[in-house]
């Protein structure tokens, strides 16, 4: 079955560390998106990939790292510079850019900080 | 700037009945792609229907339409014989053709009651 899948679930993450949230897609979808929701908010863009090896910051970038070296992943970085990183966190893929071509998203992964 | 704003943060309907949840949106790029996504409890983000900017015919997907009025800048989603699983957040969302990703509302939560 074609999807998108996100790994962990739920993430702990301690006071100082980095933590990597994995996204991985077999749409064979050009693009890819990660994206924030705090309770009760609408979704909030970090980072954004049209091609592989290439990235945009989106609204909320500071603190998070992305790359980009195959087709199918996009992984994301909690870096320490995050002070406040508890929340949900979404990827989603599409064909190319979101205009006429819809973002499918994975099933997502709730980060808590100890 | 783009902006979208779902200003019913909450919205209840009896079983049966249709409802319409509001969305405006607010951009300056001629060419854009409308969407609604429903988010039940569990999280993740599930499409429901997508509206483009020179589309002459509102889009409709089963019991969901898109009441698009371009002049007035609004794109509401129309819910027909709403359902129990109907209850989730709404979410709005807005494609400008020139930028490449989504801009989300802040999301209506609609509950369904028997």
């Known amino acids: 079955d074609g999807g998108i899948t996100q790994s962990p679930k739920y993430l702990f993450r301690k006071e100082g560390q980095n933590v990597t949230l994995s996204c991985e897609q077999n749409?064979?979808?050009?693009?890819m998106y990660w994206y924030r929701q705090d309770p009760g908010q609408g979704l909030r863009l970090i980072y954004y990939?049209?091609?592989?090896?290439?990235?945009q910051k989106g609204d909320i970038a500071e603190g998070y790292s992305v790359s980009r070296e195959k087709k199918e992943s996009f992984p994301l970085t909690v870096t320490s510079a995050q002070k406040n990183p508890t929340a949900f966190y979404l990827c989603?893929?599409?064909?190319?850019?979101?205009?006429?071509?819809?973002?499918?998203f994975g099933p997502g992964t709730r980060l808590l900080v100890l | 700037a783009q902006k979208i704003t779902q200003t019913q943060p909450g919205m209840f309907v009896q079983e049966k009945e249709a409802v319409t949840l509001d969305c405006t949106y607010d951009?300056?790029?001629?060419?854009?792609?409308l969407f609604w996504y429903k988010q039940p409890s569990s999280g993740e983000m599930i499409f429901l229907i997508y509206?483009?900017?020179?589309?002459?015919q509102n889009a409709t997907e089963g019991r969901y339409s898109l009441n698009f009025q371009k002049a007035r800048k609004s794109a509401n989603l129309v819910i027909s014989a709403s359902q129990l699983g109907d209850s989730a957040m709404y979410f709005c969302a807005m494609s400008p053709s020139t930028l490449g990703r989504l801009y989300f509302g802040r999301g209506t939560q609609l509950t369904v009651w028997p």
């Open positions: 509206q483009g900017s020179y589309d002459q």
């Open positions: 989603a893929s599409s064909r190319r850019g979101p205009q006429k071509e819809t973002q499918y």
């Open positions: 990939s049209q091609i592989v090896n290439d990235f």
């Open positions: 749409l064979n979808h050009d693009a």
């Open positions: 951009t300056s790029d001629p060419s854009y792609g």
